[in-house]
């Protein structure tokens, strides 16, 4: 049990265009969904929280408006990259949370290759 | 701010042999510490975690244990394998609704 999926895999873009990438929980409903971006050989850095129905918070730094989260349901969360640069080219991972004996246990999925050219 | 600290950044062991993983966490509020693996190209996956109320958990060949007073976590792997060879990473959070603060990652590397 408790497994996230993502989808693509991986993407190239030209830079300019959007690019969406979703985030789904395949047997489980997820308390809250996470978005991370990681960097070669560095740890991975949580972008946003994200609840359904509600406003996806975002750590400092990072710009609401060019990575947009929607959190349609309880199973699928999507994180768009607007006007994507190649500076925005990273390997992009979700992790959906589940409530276990009053902890949230993240699980990840397998993560999202992004090329911007 | 919360921060966690991880060593070593990297670990060569022989097969067969321990490798053990050492992390600190500066919040005291932190409750849950989960462990990551994370291969080459793919997403972390949980391997075990510890709460707070336990000191020590074991499964298998992974064990993990912690010391609340010295905000201190280890993971330790026994008669490792080729296939151990990855990226490890700690993490904590302060339970629900909390968000991971991870360590800054271990790659092992286990020669047969």
């Known amino acids: 049990g408790a497994v996230v999926s993502q989808h693509p895999s991986w993407v190239i873009c030209k830079s300019g265009t959007s690019v969406k990438i979703e985030c789904r929980s395949l047997?489980?409903?997820?308390?809250?969904m996470f978005w991370y971006r990681q960097f070669p050989k560095q740890s991975l850095m949580l972008m946003a929280t994200s609840n359904e129905g509600s406003k996806a918070t975002y750590e400092q730094g990072v710009e609401k408006d060019k990575f947009l989260i929607n959190h349609a349901s309880l199973t699928l969360s999507t994180l768009t990259v607007t006007s994507a640069h190649p500076e925005d080219s990273s390997f992009y991972i979700c992790s959906a949370s589940r409530l276990a004996g009053g902890f949230d246990e993240q699980y990840f999925g397998p993560g999202t290759r992004l090329t911007v050219t | 701010g919360e921060n966690v600290e991880q060593h070593p950044s990297t670990l060569s062991v022989q097969e067969g042999d321990s490798a053990v993983i050492k992390c600190t966490y500066s919040d005291s509020a932190s409750n849950y510490f989960p462990w990551y693996k994370q291969e080459l190209g793919k997403g972390p996956q949980l391997i075990i975690d510890?709460?707070?109320?336990?000191g020590e958990k074991k499964d298998q060949r992974i064990a993990v244990t912690l010391n609340k007073t010295a905000k201190h976590f280890s993971l330790h792997i026994t008669e490792t394998q080729p296939e151990d060879s990855a990226v490890y990473f700690c993490?904590?959070?302060?339970?629900?609704?909390?968000?991971?603060?991870f360590g800054q990652g271990t790659e092992l590397s286990v020669k047969p």
């Open positions: 993490a904590a959070s302060k339970g629900q609704g909390g968000k991971l603060i």
């Open positions: 047997d489980f409903q997820a308390t809250t």
């Open positions: 510890i709460r707070s109320n336990v």
